[in-house]
């Protein structure tokens, strides 16, 4: 099976979802947020550094949930990725 490359926007995409996690993590450490999502610390590294742009359901699922953030402002911010957003949009 061969995977068809991502356009830069998919990829800019998965930059802004690592970025969106990274500061819903805030001073929490990155491996007790992993651990709480069930995922390695490793994994959340490649999420929030965009060398995961594009990340299982799942994954973003459990993500969303361990930093106690809405999985539809995450998924809205990420499909507006054309537009500025305002942070405060993640509470919730």
Excluded: N, Q, W
């Amino acid at each position: 099976m061969v995977r068809i490359p991502l356009t830069g926007s998919e990829r800019r995409r998965g930059e802004l979802l690592g970025s969106l996690l990274r500061e819903a993590r805030g001073a929490r450490s990155m491996a007790e947020v992993a651990a709480t999502a069930g995922i390695s610390a490793e994994t959340l590294r490649k999420i929030e550094t965009g060398r995961i742009p594009t990340p299982a359901f799942f994954t973003v699922s459990a993500l969303a949930e361990a930093l106690g953030i809405s999985l539809d402002s995450l998924a809205t911010i990420c499909a507006d990725h054309g537009t500025s957003y305002d942070p405060g949009r993640l509470a919730g």
